[in-house]
């Protein structure tokens, strides 16, 4: 039996606010052979989280034992917690044939591109400032001033959208789950 050919490693990243997670669970609704890499967190459950599907829940020393033995492909510390791919897992799928998609913050790109130049490095980009700042607003959930400081960090995140592979414009989720779709299945381009 011929072995599968490893599959590309494709990073989806954006600002706060532009829709990531809404748009991978239209891509897990529309095309559910897809595979998303879960990763792992140091916080607490939210209500309807389930541990393994939404997040491998850890705590700090698990997650410091993670880093040690080199497990996380990524990590970074976002709003006082910490967040990371599990490397092993993303491992398997790629070395399988079978193409992974990682939904990161911007931070935890720069290492996957660090780590595997040849990963596909996708930007998700809201369709102006105004609706990115409209969505970050309109959760309600935060003070103003933790409003103002996710609106720089996503204004910096804007700003680094140049050091992506692809940019997808999320102004409908639908077509921006397919696009993201077509780049993960498309084959890797040939070596230069």
């Known amino acids: 039996m011929a072995r599968a050919t490893p599959a590309r490693l494709t990073v989806l990243s954006g600002p706060s606010g532009v829709g990531k997670g809404t748009v991978v669970a239209e891509v897990r609704r529309r095309h559910p052979d897809v595979w998303v890499s879960v990763s792992v967190t ?12 939404h997040y491998h829940f850890v705590d700090d020393a698990e997650f410091d034992r ?21 490397a092993a897992a993303v491992q398997e799928r790629l070395a399988s044939g079978v193409p992974a998609l990682l939904e990161i913050e911007l931070q935890g790109a720069r290492q996957v591109r660090a780590r595997d130049p040849e990963a596909q490095l996708v930007f998700l980009a809201p369709p102006s400032w105004a ?27 804007l700003d680094a959208s140049g050091e ?7 102004d409908d ?16 381009p040939e070596p230069a």
Not at 141 to 156: C, F, G, H, I, K
Not at 164 to 170: A, E, I, K, R, S
Not at 173 to 178: E, H, K, S, T
């Open 173 to 188: 989720v639908a077509r921006a789950a397919d696009e993201l779709v077509d780049l993960l299945t498309a084959p890797p």
């Open 66 to 86: 993670l880093i040690a033995k080199d497990g996380l492909l990524e990590w970074a510390e976002y709003a006082g917690y910490r967040y990371g791919t599990p």
């Open 164 to 170: 992506f592979d692809v940019v997808v414009v999320n």
């Open 131 to 157: 609706v990115l700042v409209s969505r970050l607003a309109g959760r309600g959930s935060e003070p103003p001033a933790v409003q103002e400081r996710r609106l720089a960090l996503a204004q910096a995140e």
């Open 42 to 53: 140091t916080r607490r459950p939210r209500p309807g989280e389930i541990d393994g599907v």
